[in-house]
């Protein structure tokens, strides 16, 4: 019997981040699967994760300026996206975090979501979006609101397009139920902990990575340690917020800011800080799990994903702390719990934490989850047909979808 074809659909690509790091995990379940999605715009250095895979893009891609502003482009991006033909694939598994989970399938196809987040900027995100865009008010604020609301009825309309629901995490399910109405199963995305060595000496330093942008409350973390001049704070990463970050510490000799940096220096700087500092409300958040694979502690927002991967104070061998508030006070007060712990967090509780996370664990369950899913819907297909009086047609498929994967670990 032939193998089953597979369809993989991605909002965009533009820079490598958690969700491309998931693309990249599908794509080592089922290695012959095509990749779709609206742009592709990821230079010759990122392009690793894809595997040489040529990426099936939108309209959107050849539109005036796509290259650097793709994203004003948001109106059409639902028609887009329902433009790509995915008909003759048996399997279309969506990346999702926009409008990924809207290309359209038939009811021979079995589609399945992984959401990392119900559109965060059309839901419950939307005030703060148009704050942060200065569209909260005049004729572009209420252009905006218009369009924002148009996404959400597209959104919710074509939630019933899907199969199978899957959640980077509870907070994302939560999300995904109050949004659609839908139950979600949880699967964490994957982390390459073996590419982390655990390093149980750390130097003195705090240490934080992220692309800059408001939502990440870098600001925060800077504040905090403009009152707190005798501990360094490191801060990798670009984006829109660095050059004000900058200035607004360009008198502080213990913040350093280093820009994007590569995926090894990384890895050194998270093994040697002294803790990993996030003060994002993240709907899962990978860097915190990289932090703990080195043997590195969290100090964190308690808020959003980081709850279901950081071992808080007063838990059996605890792998961080939180801070309860996103203001400066908050993150003082966290660090100073953290210094004057009477027992130092262990370097190799934080390791063994990190190992729920691995890479091939997800592999492993997501093929068990299609697997089962593909498994009811045939049965379901073939249940249908026969309740009909017309002959029972042959299903066209095949073995499980899970056998039609590669056989990698």
């Known amino acids: 019997m ?7 659909v991605h909002d965009w690509f533009d820079k490598p981040g958690g969700a491309e790091r998931v693309v990249g995990e599908l794509i080592e379940c089922f290695p012959d699967a095509d990749l779709f999605a609206l742009v592709d715009m990821l230079s010759d250095a990122d392009r690793s994760f894809i595997q040489g895979k040529v990426v099936k893009t ?46 359209i399938t038939g009811p021979d196809q079995l589609h399945v979501a992984y959401v990392h987040t119900p559109i965060r900027y059309a839901w419950d995100q939307q005030h703060d979006y148009l704050k942060l865009e200065q569209l909260d008010r005049g ?8 369009i924002l609301h148009w996404l959400r009825l597209w959104d919710i309309r074509t939630a019933n397009n899907v199969d199978v629901w899957l959640a980077n995490s509870g907070n994302v399910a939560r999300r995904i139920r109050k949004t659609y109405g839908k139950q979600a199963e949880v699967l964490h995305p994957p982390v390459r902990i073996e590419d982390f060595a655990c390093t149980t000496t750390k130097a003195g330093f705090y240490f934080t990575c992220s692309r800059i942008v408001q939502y990440k409350r870098i600001d925060l973390l800077v504040d905090a340690f403009l009152a707190r001049p005798q501990s360094e704070l490191v801060v990798a990463g670009d984006g829109p917020e660095l050059p004000a970050l900058k200035k607004r510490a360009r008198q502080a000799s213990n913040i350093r800011f280093l820009g994007r940096r590569p ?8 093994g040697n800080a002294r803790a990993f500092l996030f003060a994002a409300n993240e709907d899962f958040g990978i860097a915190p799990i990289e932090a703990q694979a080195c043997g590195t502690p969290v100090i964190a927002f308690s808020r959003g994903g980081v709850l279901e991967t950081v071992r808080g104070l007063g838990t059996d061998r605890p792998t961080g702390c939180f ?31 990190a190992n729920r996370f691995r890479a091939e664990l997800f592999r492993s369950r997501f093929r068990e989850i299609v697997n089962r899913h593909w498994t009811g819907f045939h049965a379901a297909g073939a249940s249908a047909s ?14 499980p979808i899970a056998e039609a994967a590669a056989s990698r670990p």
């Not at 712990?341 to 934080?350: E, K, N, T």
């Open 2 to 8: 032939p193998l089953s074809r597979v369809a993989i």
């Open 58 to 103: 939108s309209f959107i891609q050849k539109l005036p300026g796509a290259r650097r502003y793709f994203r004003r482009y948001l109106p059409l991006m639902p028609l887009a996206i329902e433009q790509m033909d995915v008909s003759e694939y048996d399997l279309v598994i969506s990346s999702s975090w926009a409008v990924a989970k809207g290309v």
């Open 139 to 146: 004729l572009k604020g209420a252009l905006a609101r218009l």
């Open 263 to 270: 995926d090894a220096e990384i890895r050194d700087l998270l």
């Open 323 to 353: 801070f309860e508030e996103q203001t400066p006070a908050a993150i003082l007060q966290a660090i100073d719990r953290f210094e004057n712990l009477a027992v130092p967090i262990d370097s190799h509780d934080c390791r063994a934490n």
């Open 386 to 399: 026969q309740s009909d009086a017309a002959p029972v047609p042959e299903y066209r498929s095949r073995r």
